[in-house]
């Protein structure tokens, strides 16, 4: 309740009442309410979409659809992209032990769109549903650290032993290990809650997500048009959306969107097309910008081959690959060079921290031959989505600077391409990326890097850098940081993946709208966005 | 000709079966596991894979899958969803009226304005207006479509403002731009060809006989010379209206019209069989259906042809 009235007076006297607020200080909430600025509220905007694959949250694994689900619901928490840290969501306040043990305080006053009630059972059901294997939901697998996952997935139990509803606002979840980043993976879309309404007509669900976000569906998805979202004024949160109303449209082409920006048609376009950036500032002025994310691109080596098994020649790889000249002459100076494995958008990433991700031709050279690297190789990509260029250049590189003689290319369909890693019968350097689906170190270092993890196609096995992860995931969040910076350090000096460089996101926008936020998965905060006049 | 008519008809039959078993097993035989590409760089879990697979009929072997697929269509009029479960039948009710819309705009800018460039460069042969025709369709027939497409978005769309870049919000207006892209070289070819075939005709000996009777020159050109000559016009005409569903792919995305043409491309992409077949076979309909009204059209535009 104390809540409701606060935004309540927040909204109604705009700027006067938060600068009271500022000035009280004190309560982290406050402040942050304040600073977002509230003056702006109302109105309505466009913004660019790609066409989502579902609408489903269990089902929905990439940004297209995600985009829109983050208005449309609101999970136990969700991610403070400013402090980068787990805010209050449905949940009010989180405690725990062990890591272990972890109980959630929901809010009492929460509702989906339709009316209905959320309680603690609304997850229970939800989360038993989405790991259910006859529902088929592509990101059951997010739920694998919750105990009794791998009994639902086998068909020895129906129902996650690990979740239950203490009381009606009261959900206890207990994990198979200790994991400190539980808050912070919970603000995933995958762990939405779903309305009764779902479960009766999943069909006419997918159409029209009925959810308990900041935002609700007006009419249906009305595939590679548009969707229209119009704020829900029952939303319980703390920052409810500025706008009034945002129309999410759909573009086959960004480079037709970027046009309709310029004409005015469309107000946000978040990722510009690479050949508009030079052009970005001329035609936008101020409404434009790059925005740094947590995508991190790189050359995996497959350490299981013989030719790549010693560290050395990775570490001479990748000091023979001058980066910034690459992101210079081939993405028009629109990427950052990598310097580490945990993006510097998180506060554990440390710019500069890879000692051989600094360009040195000669060290490379007379460590690469030191090491008897191999004088032929073959590099992997997949076809058709630009990355020939910048793989070829890395390729030249390494030609020139190390005593390498011949290079030659692999390009695949993805689908086989990621057979084929899978398999584990890459013979040289393939060209990968990794986005963080939320914002922590756990995301970017231990689905790729531990030597169980299934995305892990590099063959990188090392029981020192599994235990660190595990004592990173176990630690307070005070000590996190400094334990998952200690596990990046093994990855640093085994160089399992080369790292080229982070992705920015260039994004245009009209004058009609301001306040624009990307979050490090690349996504505009449309919720946050404040609409001129 | 109503005999005729059947037996055409009676064709179809196995031109459809052919198209889709081709068509189904060319997107069979496509590299990589599409519920693998369906996931992307995030691989689900062996369960879930195997439960969607299940789902889709994707274990079965390549006649199976097919022969359950046609079952489907045959019996319940079930094309199928998507990995995601959107029916296929109405991703088709949704695209097909955008994209005959667009080709019905592209057909006739080509139709009108290639007919009356063709007559304009015949009769006023080697004059001034010949000249600018034919200079402006060899131009246009040389550019590259999508130079075309980004030049009128960035004219008439950006600039003047008078058309909308992109999609399909404002209506028949929104067709406009696109529809000139989709017609702009046939149009060209339409004209070129007219021209020759009009210029061949009009010194032939029934022309010169129809002159000497003392028939006004404007009936000859369209009465006797035109309507012989536009039998190879009509024929590409026809020929070219269904290959434009190839060309709609291009332009359906470049002004994001949510037509068939960018779904079958997107579906391709996406190794999303049932909607490739039937969107495809759907396109070979078409084509059939449209010879089918040029060979018929002959009989209209030359007497001498007959169909019993």
New interface residues.
């Given amino acids: 309740m104390v809540q409701t009235t606060k935004r309540t007076a927040l909204t109604a006297t705009s700027l006067s009442a938060a600068l009271v607020l500022a000035a009280c200080g004190g309560d982290n909430g406050e402040n942050g309410e304040a600073d977002a600025g509230q003056a702006e509220t109302g109105g309505e905007f466009s913004t660019y979409l790609c066409e989502p694959q579902s609408l489903t949250p269990g089902m929905s694994t990439e940004v297209c659809g995600a985009g829109v689900l983050e208005q449309l619901f609101t999970g136990l928490t969700e991610m403070d992209y400013e402090a980068n840290e787990p805010v209050a969501g449905v949940a009010e306040s989180w405690e725990s032990e062990d890591n272990i043990t972890w109980t959630f305080e929901l809010g009492e006053d929460w509702t989906f769109h339709n009316g209905e009630e959320l309680t603690a059972q609304t997850f229970v059901d939800t989360f038993n549903w989405t790991v259910d294997p006859d529902n088929a939901q592509a990101n059951a697998e997010y739920y694998d650290f919750i105990a009794g996952y791998s009994d639902v997935v086998e068909g020895e139990a129906d129902e996650l032993e690990g979740v239950s509803a203490v009381d009606d606002y009261t959900l206890e979840i207990v994990l198979e290990e200790p994991f400190g980043q539980l808050p912070a993976l919970l603000s995933l879309v995958g762990f939405s809650p779903l309305p009764e309404a779902a479960y009766d007509d999943m069909d006419a669900f997918e159409s029209a997500p009925v959810g308990n976000g900041r935002y609700e569906m007006d009419g249906e998805w009305e595939h590679d048009v548009q969707i229209v979202v119009n704020r829900f004024e029952e939303w319980s949160g703390e920052q409810p959306g500025a706008a009034d109303r945002i129309e999410f449209r759909i573009y086959n082409d960004v480079s037709t969107a970027y046009q309709d920006v310029q004409a005015g048609n469309l107000d946000l376009l978040y990722n510009a097309p690479p050949e508009n950036i030079p052009m970005m500032e001329d035609d936008f002025g101020d409404n434009q910008g790059s925005f740094e994310t947590g995508t991190l691109t790189f050359l995996g080596i497959p350490t299981y081959q013989d030719d790549y098994a010693d560290v050395e020649i990775r570490q001479a790889l990748s000091m023979a690959v001058d980066r910034q000249e690459i992101i210079d002459n081939i993405f028009d100076g629109a990427l950052t060079a990598a310097g580490s494995f945990l993006p510097p958008v998180l506060p554990e990433g440390r710019e500069d921290a890879c000692e051989y991700c600094e360009f040195d031709p000669e060290r490379a050279a007379s460590l690469y031959e030191e090491a008897g690297g191999a004088s032929e190789l073959t590099v992997y990509f997949n076809s058709g989505a630009g990355h020939d260029a910048w793989v070829e250049a890395v390729s030249n590189q390494w030609r020139e600077n190390l005593p390498i003689d011949d290079v030659s290319f692999q390009s695949l369909e993805f689908a086989q391409y990621l057979d084929l890693l899978e398999e584990g019968e890459i013979e040289g350097p393939y060209r990968l990326g990794w986005t963080l689906s939320y914002p922590s170190a756990q995301e970017s270092l231990e689905p790729m890097y531990s030597s169980t993890a299934s995305r892990n196609y590099t063959g990188f096995a090392s029981d020192e850098f599994d235990e660190r992860i595990a004592q990173a995931n176990a630690a307070d969040a005070d000590d996190a940081v400094e334990a998952y910076q200690h596990a990046e350090d093994i990855l640093l000096e085994e160089l399992p993946v080369i790292p080229m460089w982070f992705e920015r996101q260039d994004v245009v926008w009209s004058e009609n709208i301001d306040n624009v936020h990307i979050t490090p998965r690349g996504l505009p905060q449309v919720e946050r966005v404040e609409v001129q006049n | 000709m109503t005999g005729y008519i059947i037996r055409r008809l009676l064709q179809f039959i196995p031109v459809v079966i052919a198209a889709t078993l081709i068509v189904y097993a060319m997107v069979f035989l496509?590299?990589?596991?599409?519920i693998?590409?369906?996931?992307?760089?995030?691989?689900?879990?062996p369960?879930?894979q195997?439960?969607?697979r299940e789902?889709y009929n994707l274990n079965d072997p390549f006649l199976v899958q097919y022969a359950k697929y046609m079952w489907g269509v045959f019996t319940q009029a079930d094309f199928g969803t998507t990995f995601?479960?959107?029916p296929v039948l109405d991703?088709i009710q949704?695209?097909l009226p955008i994209t005959l819309t667009l080709a019905a705009v592209a057909f006739c800018f080509q139709a009108v304005i290639g007919i009356i460039a063709g007559i304009l460069a015949a009769v006023f042969r080697d004059s001034f207006i010949d000249r600018l025709i034919q200079v402006s369709l060899v131009i246009v027939v040389a550019l590259p479509t999508l130079a075309i497409a980004f030049l009128l978005?960035?004219t008439f769309?950006?600039n003047l403002?008078w058309f909308?870049?992109?999609?399909?919000?404002e209506g028949m207006v929104s067709y406009i731009l696109p529809g000139i892209v989709l017609a702009a070289v046939s149009t060209g070819i339409v004209a070129r060809m007219l021209r020759s075939e009009l210029i061949e005709a009009l010194q032939s000996d029934y022309v010169r006989t129809a002159t000497a009777k003392g028939m006004k020159r404007s009936r000859v050109v369209t009465r006797h010379a035109l309507r012989n000559s536009l039998i190879p016009v009509v024929t590409f005409l026809g020929a070219d209206l269904a290959t434009m569903m190839g060309g709609a792919i291009v332009v359906?995305?470049?002004?994001?019209l949510?037509g068939l043409g960018?779904?079958v491309f997107?579906s391709i992409q996406a190794?999303e069989n049932t909607v490739v077949v039937g969107i495809v076979t759907l396109f070979v309909l078409f084509y059939v259906v449209i010879n089918l009204l040029v060979d018929l059209l002959y009989a209209v535009l030359d007497p001498r042809i007959r169909y019993d």
């Fill in positions: 496509m590299p990589g596991d599409p693998r590409a369906l996931a992307g760089d995030r691989p689900m879990s369960q879930v195997e439960a969607l789902q995601q479960g959107r991703m949704q695209g978005q960035l769309g950006l403002g909308p870049i992109a999609g399909n919000r359906e995305s470049v002004f994001n949510p960018g779904q997107r190794q």
